[in-house]
């Protein structure tokens, strides 16, 4: 979902004054998940692995959540000639493959870990995942309270940073990511991706954080708008 809120929308008018060419090109807006738990997860998912295994671990959570819902999982053929999913018959019946949505923390809060890490593939990150899930739930971290508090000023945004850097598993590109998510654009959720990206495009064989940093603060306070 895009990110259209009021706040939104004057930080859109704003990043297009200071960079016309955006305007242009039509591009400045940042996709986001319908909840912060979601776009935590999704953090994790994309630490230290490609970007097929996230995606695969994402839509592992999604079919998993089907099941959590009781539903029977079909499967799904598809048409060489066109690429078009097709229904198939099942034991005489005939079923859809189908896929429920991103699991909340209350629908994984009933998850172990190994049974999260054994049917999505988690690796370490089922640790992680289910451990914030029972702080939302059991009530140590209030998320809701978090989300109903937004949007929030940017002074605010450093001790957001520091919050959730002292969760598990929230490094800074963790942390930047999920700040991105919710409207605060200063800090670059920077991995090996920045590098490569800063090696093809402004030709720097070797790229450091402090360069990242020099490269984009002229976009200040969009950043990460510049950046994606």
Same mark, same amino acid.
């Not at 079909?74 to 189908?98: A, C, H, P």
């Not at 029972?134 to 971290?141: M, P």
């Not at 090996?192 to 790229?207: A, Q």
């Given at each position: $979902?895009? %990110?259209?809120s009021?706040?939104?929308?004057r ?17 400045? %807006?940042?996709? %986001? ?6 776009d ?16 695969? $671990? ?6 998993l ?5 009781g539903?029977?999982?079909g %499967?799904m ?9 097709t229904?198939?018959?099942?034991? &005489?019946?005939?079923?859809? +493959? ?9 629908? =994984?809060?009933? =998850? ?37 508090? =937004?949007?929030?000023?940017?002074k605010? $945004?450093?001790?957001? +940073? ?5 969760k598990r &598993? ?12 919710? &409207?605060y ?14 090696k093809?495009?402004? &030709? ?14 002229? +976009? ?9």
């Amino acid at each position: $979902m895009l %990110r259209l809120s009021d706040k939104d929308e004057r930080d859109i008018k704003h990043f297009y004054q200071l960079q016309p060419k955006a305007k242009n090109m039509c591009f400045g %807006r940042i996709f %986001r998940s319908p909840s912060i738990f979601e776009d935590m997860v999704k953090s994790i998912l994309l630490c230290n692995c490609t970007w097929r295994r996230t995606l695969d $671990m994402a839509q592992a959570l999604c079919e998993l959540q089907f099941e959590l819902k009781g539903q029977k999982r079909g %499967r799904m053929t598809v048409d060489s000639t066109n690429g078009s999913k097709t229904k198939i018959s099942v034991d &005489g019946e005939l079923e859809y +493959y189908s896929l429920g949505n991103f699991p909340n923390s209350m629908e =994984l809060n009933i =998850l172990d870990e190994d049974t999260l890490r054994n049917r999505c593939n988690l690796g370490y990150r089922a640790k992680i995942v289910i451990e914030l899930a029972r702080r939302i739930q059991n009530g140590e971290f209030q998320l809701n309270k978090f989300e109903k508090a =937004l949007p929030l000023e940017a002074k605010s $945004m450093p001790k957001i +940073y520091k919050m959730l850097n002292k969760k598990r &598993g929230f490094g800074p590109f963790a942390c930047a990511n999920v700040l991105m998510c919710i &409207g605060y654009y200063e800090r670059i959720p920077t991995d090996t991706e920045t590098y490569r990206h800063k090696k093809e495009i402004h &030709g720097r064989n070797k790229v450091t954080d402090k360069e990242v940093k020099e490269i984009y603060d002229k +976009y200040a306070p969009f950043q990460c708008m510049a950046y994606w």
